[in-house]
């Protein structure tokens, strides 16, 4: 079989949408760090749709931090790539043509700094996941203890992480008198875009304070709010494309139909019109990303953790389990969202039923092991930032205790059949030592609280937290996850259960532009 090519787009079959503009007029305007499956099913084809309304300064290159799989792959397709989007209704194809570059940041960073350095490229974005960030997931200040981090520092002009390349780029531009480039932070992080400037200032402040003092002055970091479920693509996800298409694909991604992008609108060196693929932007961006946190990622680590134990491999088996559904609707209804700031014209309810209808989609197979990689990373904005906000006005959070007591109970190894986890964190190896030999609820409590990186220091400090956490591990520990969560089945369908119908972008999806061209018709249709 033939692979995917620029050469192969004429050919595709009726039905696949293509990039049809002329990819060899587009510049590259943003270089992206973190070639994964996320960015290119969504900034990615958003993207694309601002390229398809004739705007060419926006082509993307994208580096891959570690691993060459991705770039490996791409090149040979000329950059493309299909997104098959998957609902339970049959697959539809888009080959995504906004990547015009991809770069293996470790064999070669000078190539990526000279990218990043050039007048042209106007931002660069970054989907690095939690730990790409180098921070304190506790307290979103920079690891100035973390290896990568001190290698930076030492070696500025040959980075490994995200933050040394940003700001070596920056410097780098400041000398050469180029505006600087917008940074935007496309993480499931707090307020990510204060976060990631947080962390290249204290950085910058390490290598010249008078680098730092320019970050702070010249240098924009719009906050963003990202949605869209992508698991990771298997075999078969690749035997399907290729049927599809008539051609292979040796790297398609999948992923759920629905995309939303919040941004907050702060580009001094100018930005795509990615309103095209229907972005919305937005004056603060906070109150967005912080439920999406608290709703949508923390019923995910939540299901992760305790459907894993419970013996599921995917989200939709575990919702399909007595009692999860309403376990995640209950913690989403009467934990979560009484913390969450008030978003006018906002219909919080359907988003919530949206999200358990998102989690039920049977064709997604989205595997509860990846959603549990990693936790350490994720638990504090995740469960822990709402059980403070509840603690702090002495209300009750079992639900999300039992989120954290399943996470314990997963970092320490060992699932409910006795066998090991692959248990995939920074903090891994230093969890299993931390846990080892430990059995009992109070040890195993008493072992994980003492990562105040995760945990801070007031929450083990606090009698209630530990008091409600060692209630739901106990349980966890002489029940099993099954049965204990079980006893969230409430017999009928919870009050906010499935609309029934597929979910548009949670506010008005018309207030949009509405996009006439290929892709943008993709987007609209599989939203
Ligand atoms: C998931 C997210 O893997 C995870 O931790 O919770 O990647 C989730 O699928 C996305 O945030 C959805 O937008």
Redesign the pocket.
């Known amino acids: 079989m033939n692979r995917l090519n620029q050469g192969a787009l004429s050919n595709l079959p009726k039905g696949v949408v293509g990039p049809f503009y002329d990819r060899r007029a587009v510049n590259i305007g943003i270089v992206h760090l973190g070639l994964g499956a996320?960015h290119r099913a969504h900034q990615a084809v958003i993207t694309e749709a601002a390229l398809e309304a004739g705007d060419y300064s926006w082509g993307i290159a994208g580096i891959s931090l570690r691993s060459p799989d991705i770039r490996d792959a791409l090149a040979l397709q000329d950059g493309l790539y299909t997104v098959a989007v998957r609902d339970g209704t049959g697959d539809r194809f888009a080959v995504t043509g906004a990547i015009l570059a991809t770069l293996v940041a470790p064999e070669n960073p000078g190539a990526v700094l000279d990218l990043m350095t050039a007048p042209n490229t106007r931002i660069v974005s970054l989907t690095v996941t939690e730990k790409g960030y180098c921070h304190r997931p506790a307290t979103g200040d920079l690891d100035e203890d973390n290896s990568d981090i001190r290698h930076d520092l030492t070696y500025p002009e040959a980075p490994r992480t995200a933050i040394g390349f940003l700001v070596e780029a920056i410097a780098r531009r400041r000398r050469a008198g180029h505006a600087p480039f917008t940074v935007l932070s496309c993480d499931?992080l707090p307020a990510n875009g204060h976060t990631t400037a947080s962390v290249v200032r204290r950085f910058a402040a390490l290598r010249d304070p008078d680098l730092a003092a320019y970050v702070a002055e010249n240098v924009a970091f719009p906050c963003t709010m990202?949605?869209?479920?992508?698991p990771a693509t298997t075999e078969e996800d690749r035997t399907i494309v290729a049927n599809a298409l008539g051609v292979e694909d040796a790297w398609p991604v999948v992923s759920e139909p629905f995309l939303q992008w919040v941004i907050e609108d702060r580009f001094p060196s100018g930005r795509p019109n990615w309103e095209k693929g229907g972005a919305s932007f937005v004056a603060d961006v906070e109150p967005f990303e912080l439920m999406k946190l608290r709703l949508?990622?923390a019923s995910?680590?939540t299901l992760a953790y305790l459907g894993y134990l419970a013996g599921h491999e995917t989200v939709a088996t575990a919702m399909a389990a007595p009692g999860f559904a309403a376990l995640l609707e209950g913690l989403m209804r009467e934990e979560a969202s009484p913390t969450l700031p008030p978003l006018e014209s906002f219909d919080i309810a359907a988003y919530r039923a949206a999200l358990l209808d998102r989690f039920r989609n049977p064709a997604l197979r989205?595997r509860t092991w990846?959603?549990a990689?990693d936790g350490s990373q994720?638990l504090p904005q995740r469960l822990l930032g709402t059980i403070r906000d509840r603690l702090a006005v002495g209300a009750t959070f079992e639900r999300l205790a039992l989120g954290i007591a399943a996470w314990i109970v997963y970092v320490a190894g060992r699932d409910e059949r006795g066998q090991p986890i692959d248990v995939r964190d920074p903090l891994a190896a230093r969890l299993a030592e931390a846990t080892a030999g430990r059995t009992e609820a109070e040890e195993l409590a008493e072992a994980c609280l003492g990562f105040s990186e995760v945990f801070g220091t007031d929450l083990p400090a606090s009698r209630p937290f530990r008091i409600t956490l060692l209630q739901a591990l106990s349980a966890l520990l002489k029940d099993g996850a099954a049965a204990t969560v079980a006893r969230f089945d409430t017999g009928s369908q919870p009050p906010e259960s499935s609309t029934g119908r597929n979910f548009d972008t949670p506010w008005d999806p018309l207030a949009h532009p509405r996009p006439y061209r290929p892709i943008a018709t993709f987007l609209r249709s599989s939203r």
């Open positions: 996320f499931n990202v949605d869209r479920i992508v949508l990622n995910h680590s989205h990846q959603i990689m994720k």
